[in-house]
């Protein structure tokens, strides 16, 4: 075989593979958009499921007059629009935005650290806000001037507080994974200890309302906190997408690799801690404690369409959105008219999910 046929051998062997990735890339994003789709047909399905007596024309009416700026007006009782817009509408929404925040928060952990089973509560952004809502139920709720906001907004200070710390002291020791896991997981145990000294010592009325947003729920969600939990995660999500190829880069061949790469992999590990917990602890200071959404949305997508990170980030956020959305519908239907907590909900699912992670990928995941 001459030295000609051999190279077109080769061109042919390189085209195949070329076709077979577009192929496979194409086949990654119609995924994607059809889950997509997916997700706008169940949160419309969800949105009109409940005690008042509610339907898809008036749902679909309130939308176009949104949309239109009031141009069109929706010709819908009142009774319908009132618990569409103001009950129904933010909670489905916040669900969505919650649940992709959370997951993508989730991807971003795991791609900085290379461990599929770290979380954003894992550097115990979780704990800190609940001993700073903690404090501002003990001490701040019942003064006028702490305002509405007085809670989420001291949970959102302690989980960004908890996150400098560990960033900080990651980055004293080299801003390596394996530092920023274990400091997480002492300060984790730190915040819950204290918020445990807090319940211990508080009244009857300030026990139930502090163990009532641990739990985690999505009750008494207004249009405000859905625009500040949905900017952030706008904002962030375009981001960490062009920060894609470095990611794919520092998963598969880790630091040394990727610096030789030209990649300043400590400033895109500060970028994805940011990231991931501004937009986590904006959930949380609004929703409650609500966990493994960060952890099962990120596993649940790779499994569907792998580790590039182009694909990755984005369909994690929609699986995460979607898990939290279905949790939500269930806690709020299974038990009519008491609602469960979606933290709850989603913990009965997520345990199981997070064993079967454990045992089915040990060999791959703790070799």
Not at 52 to 59: D, K, N, P, Q, V
Not at 120 to 132: E, N, Q
Not at 163 to 176: E, I, Q, Y
Not at 244 to 271: C, E, M, P, Y
Request: charge should be positive; include cysteine.
């Amino acid at each position: 075989m001459d030295i000609a046929t051999t190279a077109g051998l080769a061109r042919g062997h390189s085209s195949g593979i070329a076709n077979r990735y577009r192929q496979a890339g194409y086949w990654r994003l119609a995924i994607i958009l059809g889950s997509l789709l997916a997700l706008v047909v169940v949160a419309g399905s969800v949105a009109i499921v409940g005690i008042a007596e509610t339907g898809l024309t008036a749902l679909l009416a309130i939308v176009v007059e949104k949309v239109s700026f009031g141009y069109i007006v929706a010709d819908v009782d009142p009774q319908q629009a009132r618990v569409l817009l103001h009950l129904r509408l933010p909670r489905v929404v916040m669900a969505i935005v919650a649940g992709g925040s959370l997951a993508f928060a989730g991807v971003l952990m795991q791609a900085i650290t290379r461990n599929p089973l770290v979380s954003p509560y894992t550097i115990g952004v979780s704990s800190a806000a609940a001993f700073g809502a903690s404090i501002a139920i003990m001490f701040g709720v019942g003064f006028s001037a702490a305002g509405l906001y007085f809670v989420p907004l001291t949970a959102f200070l302690f989980a960004l507080g908890c996150a400098v710390l560990v960033f900080s002291m990651a980055w004293l020791r080299g801003m390596g994974a394996q530092t920023m896991v274990l400091t997480g997981i002492a300060l984790m145990y730190l915040f819950s200890a204290m918020t445990a000294a807090v319940q211990f010592v508080a009244t009857q009325e300030q026990l139930a309302r502090v163990v009532h947003w641990t739990f985690g729920s999505l009750n008494g969600i207004g249009w405000d906190a859905v625009a500040v939990a949905g900017m952030a995660l706008l904002v962030a999500l375009p981001l960490a997408q062009s920060k894609a190829w470095q990611f794919n880069a520092l998963t598969s061949a880790g630091d040394d690799v990727s610096r030789s790469l030209g990649i300043n992999v400590a400033l895109l590990r500060g970028l994805a801690v940011v990231l991931s917990v501004v937009v986590s602890a904006v959930v949380i200071s609004f929703t409650g404690v609500i966990g493994f959404v960060g952890l099962i949305g990120p596993h649940v997508a790779r499994l569907m369409i792998g580790s590039d990170h182009r694909y990755l980030i984005p369909f994690s956020a929609i699986c995460g959105a979607m898990l939290l959305l279905l949790a939500d519908t269930v806690g709020r239907m299974a038990f009519s008219p008491t609602v469960i907590p979606v933290g709850i909900v989603v913990a009965f699912v997520g345990v199981p999910l997070f064993l079967h992670l454990i045992l089915s990928r040990r060999s791959e995941y703790f070799s």
